[in-house]
C-alpha cells in the first residue's frame, strides 16, 4: 500500500471532521493517512464531512459509521466486533439498538457483550481468530476454569466445539449438585466421604450382611461406627418437570418422547470397614465388571487397574454420551427449520423404511418429531397436531418433515450404551447425520465403529 501511495497518492479521499480547536481529525482512512506518511506525500486529498461532537450521541454516531465503513470494507474481525459493541453498550445504547444500527444479529451482540465481560475471553478473540462470538462467549463462561478454556480453544479448532463445550456444562452442574447433595449429607449429621475406590474398604449397606445373616437397612446401620455416606451419580429418565421417568421400554404417559437421559445427585450410604463393625459382603466380589468377577482380596494389581480402567470408561462413555445427545437434538432442531430436504434424503427414507421400518411405529420418536418441529406432542397416543401441519405442508416442506420424523424415530431409539452395543440402526442413523453435517463426537463415533478425531496439540 505504501507503495502505491508512493507511486499514486491518496486515490480515494480521506473522511475527516473538524474538531472544536479547528483541527482536522480523521474518521475514515486511517491506513491511507499513515501510508502516506511513510511515503513522504505532502498533501493528501480530504473531505470535512462536519464538526466533531464528543457528548455521547456524537461518540455511538461515530462508532456505528466506522463499524459500517469497516464491515463492508472488508469486513471487521470478531475481537473488533466486540469492541465496538462494548464500547456502544458502555454510552448506553441498548442491545436491540446495537443490533438495529449496526445490522448485526441480537444473537452476535448478545455474545459481544458476554466476551466483554471477560479480559480472557477478550484476549481469546484477538488471539484465536478461528473463534467465533458463540464460542467467544462460551470461553467467557468458563473464564474462572484455564483448563476448560484450553479444551474449548482446541476444540474450536477441531471442530469438536459443541459438544465438548456441552460436555463442560453437564459437568458443572454435576459438581453443583454433588456439592449441594454433600451438604445436605453434612447438615443433617452424616460423615460424608470421598467415592470408594476398588482399594478401599468401603461397602454400601444393601450389600451388607450381619454376623447373624441379617441384612441391616440404611437405619440400623446409623448406629454403626462406619456409617457414612458418599454422593454418586444415578443416571435415569427423568420427564421436562424434573420427575423420575420410566426405566423400562413400556410407555411413560408423563411425556413420551420428552423424556431425557439425566444424571442426578444421590446419596450411597456405606460401612468404611465392614470387617472390623461385623459385616461381610454378600456380594463377595469385586464388582467391577471383569468376566471371572475375582474376590477383592484375590485380585492382582494389574486386574485392579484393569477393573478401574473399564468401570473409569464406562462411566466417563456414558456422561459423554449424555452430553452428545443434547448437542445432536439441538442440531436436529437447526435442521428441521430448513425450508427443504437435503440432497440424499428419498434414498436415506427408503433404506429406513427397508432395514428400520419398525422404528417408526414408536410413540416417543413421534413426539421428537413433533418438538423438532416445534408443534405440541400432547400426551397420549401419536401427535395430532403434528398430522395436521404434515397435511398443509407444500411437497418440498413434507419432504423435510418426513426426513424430521424419520430421524425423530431413529433418535428416540438411541440408548447410551450403543457406543458398546453398536447396533446397525444407530451406525446408519449417526453416519447419515454425519453426512448432513453433524460433526460427531468420539463417543458417537465408538458407536459407529469409527476411531477418535485426531486431535491437535
Given at each position: 500500500m505504501v507503495a502505491s501511495v508512493t507511486e499514486h497518492g491518496v486515490l480515494v479521499p480521506i473522511v475527516a471532521v473538524r474538531t472544536a480547536h479547528g483541527e482536522v481529525?480523521?474518521?475514515?482512512?486511517?491506513?491511507?493517512?499513515?501510508?502516506?506518511?511513510?511515503?513522504?506525500?505532502?498533501?493528501?486529498?480530504?473531505?470535512?464531512?462536519?464538526?466533531?461532537?464528543?457528548?455521547?450521541?456524537?461518540?455511538?454516531?461515530?462508532?456505528?459509521?466506522q463499524w459500517a465503513e469497516n464491515e463492508h470494507r472488508a469486513g471487521l474481525s470478531n475481537a473488533e466486533r466486540v469492541d465496538v459493541i462494548g464500547q456502544l453498550s458502555a454510552f448506553g445504547t441498548s442491545p436491540t439498538q446495537i443490533a438495529r444500527r449496526t445490522r448485526a444479529s441480537r444473537a452476535d451482540v448478545t455474545a459481544a457483550l458476554?466476551?466483554?465481560?471477560?479480559?480472557?475471553?477478550?484476549?481469546?478473540?484477538?488471539?484465536?481468530?478461528?473463534?467465533?462470538?458463540?464460542?467467544?462467549?462460551?470461553?467467557?463462561?468458563?473464564?474462572?476454569?484455564?483448563?476448560a478454556v484450553q479444551a474449548l480453544v482446541v476444540a474450536a479448532r477441531d471442530g469438536r466445539f459443541d459438544h465438548v463445550s456441552q460436555r463442560l456444562r453437564d459437568e458443572r452442574t454435576a459438581a453443583a449438585d454433588r456439592a449441594a447433595a454433600a451438604d445436605q449429607l453434612r447438615e443433617a449429621g452424616l460423615r460424608v466421604i470421598d467415592p470408594p475406590t476398588t482399594d478401599t474398604l468401603s461397602l454400601p449397606v444393601h450389600r451388607l450382611v450381619n454376623a447373624d445373616g441379617a441384612r441391616p437397612t440404611v437405619e440400623d446401620h446409623r448406629e454403626c461406627p462406619g456409617h457414612a455416606a458418599y454422593v454418586a451419580d444415578r443416571h435415569g429418565w427423568v420427564t421436562p418437570d424434573g420427575e423420575p421417568g420410566s426405566d423400562g421400554d413400556e410407555e411413560d404417559t408423563r411425556g413420551v418422547g420428552e423424556r431425557q437421559w439425566r444424571v442426578s445427585a444421590v446419596p450411597v450410604f456405606v460401612c468404611t470397614d465392614p470387617a472390623a463393625h461385623g459385616h461381610r459382603d454378600s456380594w463377595g466380589t469385586s464388582g467391577g465388571g471383569t468376566a471371572d468377577r475375582v474376590p477383592v482380596d484375590q485380585m492382582t494389581d494389574a486386574q485392579r487397574e484393569a477393573a478401574r480402567d473399564e468401570r473409569r470408561d464406562v462411566v466417563e462413555?456414558?456422561?459423554?454420551?449424555?452430553?452428545?445427545?443434547?448437542?445432536?437434538?439441538?442440531?436436529?432442531?437447526?435442521?428441521?427449520?430448513?425450508?427443504?430436504?437435503?440432497?440424499?434424503?428419498?434414498?436415506?427414507?427408503?433404506?429406513?423404511?427397508?432395514?428400520?421400518g419398525d422404528l417408526l411405529a414408536d410413540v416417543g420418536g413421534n413426539h421428537l418429531a413433533a418438538d423438532l418441529l416445534g408443534v405440541p406432542s400432547g400426551a397420549y397416543g401419536r401427535s395430532v397436531e403434528l398430522a395436521a401441519v404434515v397435511d398443509k405442508a407444500t411437497d418440498a416442506r413434507a419432504l423435510l418433515m418426513t426426513l424430521v420424523m424419520v430421524l425423530a424415530a431413529y433418535e428416540g431409539r438411541t440408548d447410551r450404551n450403543d457406543w458398546r452395543s453398536r447396533r446397525a440402526s444407530t451406525g446408519r442413523y449417526l453416519t447419515h447425520l454425519q453426512g448432513l453435517g453433524y460433526a460427531l463426537a468420539d463417543v458417537e463415533r465408538r458407536a459407529c465403529c469409527l476411531d477418535p478425531q485426531p486431535s491437535t496439540d
Open positions: 481529525r480523521v474518521r475514515m482512512g486511517h491506513r491511507r493517512t499513515l501510508a502516506a506518511i511513510e511515503a513522504g506525500r505532502a498533501t493528501v486529498p480530504v473531505v470535512v464531512v462536519a464538526d466533531e461532537t464528543s457528548d455521547d450521541a456524537g461518540t455511538v454516531h461515530r462508532l456505528v459509521t458476554a466476551v466483554t465481560a471477560s479480559e480472557l475471553a477478550r484476549k481469546a478473540t484477538v488471539r484465536y481468530d478461528f473463534l467465533d462470538l458463540a464460542q467467544a462467549a462460551t470461553v467467557a463462561e468458563f473464564d474462572t476454569d484455564p483448563d462413555s456414558n456422561k459423554a454420551w449424555g452430553s452428545a445427545e443434547t448437542v445432536r437434538r439441538e442440531w436436529l432442531r437447526g435442521l428441521a427449520c430448513r425450508k427443504s430436504a437435503p440432497k440424499g434424503t428419498a434414498t436415506f427414507v427408503a433404506v429406513a423404511l427397508a432395514r428400520d
